[in-house]
């Protein structure tokens, strides 16, 4: 017990230093700090990679081993497909359009919001609850605000599959690119959808960065943890339980599927190679229903590490005046 107390009080002190390091060096967030938070980081992976390599591994070969999914017979080799749209952005709703009709398949679009105007609060409350209802209404930060909408954008869209009763869906954001963008590219879905083991949650179409694991089927792997919701199909299954997830949200919606795929509660799959690509060619735009918009991650934590620490001092300071 003495051995087992000393390894988990080196991994916690591990996981600390780099938050240590963050919050009292006087530059915050700074280049000059960035080289201790690796090294921890470095460390907790030396540490703690072998096994979560050896917990996914066991993990990844049962899922091989499970009965295959089969597409429910009235879906008829195709599935519903809904578009997340911005409606006051006319040229990406026409680009959206367009791309769709590259591919030949029924869609339906589903008004998201982007944060850029007022997010009504009775959206949130039907959508999200009162909890983030009040933070988002409480909130100066534009990030925070924007990235609470893409959450609820997705979140109306797990709402539809399940009112609906679909027990497949694709959803789209509207910078999505289908590929092959031809008429093959429903079947290519389908195709991948049918080598997914029957626990599947959810089909990334395509991820960014995060980890994936081992092949299920020819073009299929198990995802880790990944990040991004441009193209991806849900479950009735995985919109039930997402809707669960997302109502005890702090961050945008991917990060919400990152962190319960990595822990088990979404089971995750991912299409190699892709059958879908982020943004047009060209377009380095990108779609406003991005809230980070290619801004470190790094940048964000370290936005909010400072405004946490003034926060602090704030407060030192009025016990001081008050004492």
């Known amino acids: 017990m003495v051995t087992l107390a000393v390894v988990v009080a080196i991994l916690l002190a591990a ?75 006319t040229q990406r709703l026409a680009d959206a359009r367009a791309r769709m009709a590259e591919v030949g398949v029924a869609y339906e679009l589903l008004n998201g919001t982007d944060g850029r105007q007022l997010i009504p609060p009775a959206l949130l409350d039907l959508y999200l609850g009162p909890r983030l209802r009040q933070l988002v209404l409480q909130q100066h930060d534009q990030h925070w605000i924007m990235m609470t909408a893409n959450l609820l954008s997705n979140v109306q869209a797990f709402h539809r599959v399940v009112e609906r009763e679909q027990e497949a869906a694709i959803i789209l954001e509207d910078d999505a690119c289908p590929r092959p963008n031809n008429a093959t590219w429903m079947s290519e879905v389908v195709k991948a959808l049918e080598q997914l083991p029957d626990d599947w949650d959810i089909m990334y179409l395509w991820a960014q960065g995060g980890q994936r694991g081992r092949f299920v089927g020819p073009s299929v792997r198990v995802v880790r943890k ?46 190699e190679p892709p059958l879908c690509s982020h943004g047009p060619a060209g377009d380095g735009a990108g779609s406003s229903l991005e809230y980070d918009h290619g801004g470190s991650v790094a940048a964000v934590v370290g936005r909010l590490l400072r405004r946490a620490r003034s926060m602090l001092d704030t407060g030192r300071s009025e016990m001081r005046s008050a004492g």
């Open 15 to 89: 996981g600390s230093i780099p938050l240590l390091i963050t919050l009292w060096s006087p530059l915050g967030w700074s280049h000059s700090t960035l080289p201790f938070r690796e090294r921890a980081k470095d460390l907790w992976w030396r540490v703690m990679g072998p096994i979560y390599d050896w917990r996914w591994n066991r993990v990844e070969a049962a899922k091989q081993a499970l009965p295959r999914y089969v597409l429910p017979p009235g879906l008829n080799g195709t599935l519903p497909v809904h578009v997340i749209v911005i409606p006051r952005l």
């Open 226 to 271: 990944a990040a991004g919701t441009v193209c991806y199909v849900l479950s009735l299954k995985g919109a039930l339980k997402a809707i669960r997830l997302a109502e005890h949200a702090n961050e945008g919606i991917d990060k919400v599927f990152f962190y319960h795929e990595w822990r088990h509660h979404l089971q995750a799959y991912v299409t």
